[in-house]
């Protein structure tokens, strides 16, 4: 699946992105740009969560890869 910022084409090294790693695309559409790497991802079967930022000055989105079971777990408390 081809992945579009605006126009142009962004490739993800999915094979390189081990839980707990992140990567920053730079973006003013950030909801567009979130959906599209977002379904791209599930379609690998790999969870990502993201966040709007500034990041070394530019506005864009910082996804980060997450284990499967991180996304409903609830903290454990003793």
């Known amino acids: 699946m081809e992945i579009l ?4 084409g962004v490739h993800i090294e999915w094979h390189l992105l081990t839980p707990g790693a992140s990567f ?5 559409q950030t ?3 979130a959906r599209a790497v977002r379904k ?6 790999i ?7 500034v990041d070394k ?9 997450i284990q499967p079971d991180m996304v ?4 454990t408390y003793v």
Request: aromatic share 14%; charged share 15%; hydrophobic share 45%.
């Open 5 to 8: 910022n605006e126009g142009v």
């Open 24 to 28: 920053f695309i730079p973006a003013i």
């Open 31 to 33: 909801t567009q740009l």
């Open 40 to 45: 791209a991802a599930a379609i690998k079967g």
């Open 47 to 53: 969870k990502l969560i993201h966040k709007v930022c």
């Open 57 to 65: 000055g530019f506005y864009g989105v910082r996804f980060w890869r």
């Open 72 to 75: 409903h777990s609830a903290p």
